[in-house]
């Protein structure tokens, strides 16, 4: 993992959420700031916000009140780089697309109209399937796949433009034992790179890569005990 540094990437100040008009806060004043070279492991229980939490990130939702902050080289922007790896239940795999599109797609240029696909942008795509282990089925359908093979899928989508930020949530659903352990190599590699903001019930290995655990149940707790599987130890 690189070094965290003290220079904020994401802020997210006093931030509340609450769904169609109810007065029930699925987020309730939360307030987190995670710097450039973090390595943030998110845990809570379900319903906790946790999801809630990433799409706010993600600018996929807006907080009810407080506020959410870019920044870059201490200058604070309007966007930043950031793959993302959701849940598969998250995924139609009914949509026509192949492996090799799906990964294609995490490609910025690749999304403009007319683009016409590089030599360049194929070479990365060929190789970022090789490291997700997809290669063999870069022209299958994705309504085809396992629910592991989807999620490798995914993974090579949110990786394949080497973001500032990589946001995987629950990246263990539906992988097999054994690219389980080639996954926490991919992750160490990536976090040497990037920023990682990671939502995982799985924590036991987890835990020993991230420099930041975060609890969420609706309000964020920052949890400074070596190892935190059962919440009383963030007492």
């Known amino acids: 993992m ?88 998250m995924i139609d795999s009914r949509f026509p697309v192949t492996v090799a599109e799906v990964v294609a797609m995490g490609l910025p240029a690749i999304m403009k109209p007319l683009h016409r696909i590089t030599q360049q942008e194929r070479d990365c795509i060929d190789a970022m399937l090789e490291t997700v282990g ?13 629910g592991g093979q989807l999620q490798r899928t995914l993974l090579g989508r949110a990786m394949i433009s080497c973001p500032e ?23 160490e590699e990536v976090a040497r790179k990037s920023t990682i903001i990671l939502v995982s019930h799985e924590m036991s290995v987890i835990s020993g890569m991230a420099n930041r655990h975060i609890i969420i149940d609706k309000t964020l707790h920052e949890c400074h005990a070596t190892h935190h599987y059962q919440q009383s130890e963030c007492e």
């Open 165 to 187: 930020v990589l946001v995987l949530d629950e990246p263990l659903s539906y992988i097999d034992k054994t690219f389980e352990h080639r996954l926490y190599d991919i992750i």
């Open 134 to 146: 997809m290669a063999d089925k870069r022209n299958c359908p994705i309504g085809s796949l396992s």
């Open 2 to 89: 690189q070094s965290p540094t003290t220079d904020p990437i994401i802020v997210l100040d006093d931030v509340c959420v609450a769904y169609g008009g109810s007065t029930t806060l699925a987020l309730d004043h939360a307030s987190l700031s995670i710097n450039r070279g973090d390595f943030v492991a998110i845990t809570g229980p379900n319903g906790g916000g946790k999801t809630t939490t990433l799409r706010v990130i993600l600018r996929l939702l807006n907080p009810t009140s407080g506020s959410i902050q870019f920044y870059r080289n201490g200058q604070q922007v309007q966007h930043i780089e950031m793959g993302y790896l959701p849940q598969k239940n």
